[in-house]
């Protein structure tokens, strides 16, 4: 049972560098999530999507994008990468709207900016 | 703005005893908040949730209590366990039409320390 599955775990990037985190759940979820995780401080939201198509801006968008072409995938670009940008990055799932749904987390992608 | 925070960034408690781990919010909005587990290196998974029509819920060792009128809650474990180490993360989420739907907005987290 796979649940929610980031790939890659770790990244080493260059400024300016582009790259694009991986998730994909197996649950069927309709609810996806990023989230980023900086030192000490708790889950920022980075973007969300409600189904296959719909996407829309968390707490911290910025230098970020997301596309949601299938029910199981939701990929996180990341165009011009800065130093700002090295954290964890978490993806999630829920069958519900967060909230009353408990989310489902991935491992995490831990992701360095130099 | 911080709408949902943990002042204690950690905890230490003999194993047997009780574990209180705090979170204070902001936004009257908020209508449910959940308590999320994370061991190292792995993604958090949830622990206990509270409506805002409750003001306690309790599932095995752990009872979580709101405080609607003083914008608190708190997580209590009982009896505390060595495995119970790890970092405590409160979240809360806003009502349909709050502009904040489907998000879950997180506190810093706490560290819990568990001794034998």
């Known amino acids: 049972n796979a649940g929610v599955t980031q790939t890659p775990k770790f990244r080493i990037l260059k400024i300016g560098q582009s790259m694009t985190l991986q998730c994909t759940q197996d649950?069927?979820?309709?609810?996806m999530y990023w989230y980023r995780q900086d030192p000490g401080m708790g889950l920022k939201l980075i973007y969300y999507?409600?189904?296959?198509?719909?996407?829309d801006k968390g707490e911290v968008p910025n230098g970020y994008n997301v596309s949601r072409s299938t029910t199981e995938d939701f990929p996180l670009r990341l165009e011009l990468a800065a130093p700002s940008q090295t954290s964890v990055y978490f993806c999630a799932s829920s069958y519900q709207l967060a909230g009353p749904g408990e989310l489902f987390f991935g491992e995490g992608s831990r992701l360095t900016v130099l | 703005d911080q709408q949902v925070k943990q002042n204690s960034p950690s905890l230490s408690v003999q194993e047997g005893r009780i574990s209180i781990l705090n979170c204070d919010y902001t936004?009257?909005?908020?209508?449910?908040f959940l308590w999320y587990k994370k061991y190292p290196a792995e993604g958090p998974t949830f622990l206990i949730s509270i409506s805002s029509i409750k003001d306690k819920n309790e599932d095995g060792r752990f009872t979580v209590f709101l405080n609607k009128s003083a914008k608190h809650l708190s997580l209590h474990i009982v009896p505390s366990q060595p495995g119970d180490s790890a970092v405590y993360f409160c979240a809360a989420s806003a009502k349909r039409g709050s502009g904040n739907t489907g998000k879950l907005i997180f506190g810093q987290g706490t560290t819990l320390q568990v001794k034998p």
């Open positions: 649950m069927n979820h309709n609810y």
């Open positions: 999507s409600v189904g296959a198509g719909i996407t």
């Open positions: 936004n009257s909005m908020f209508d449910y």
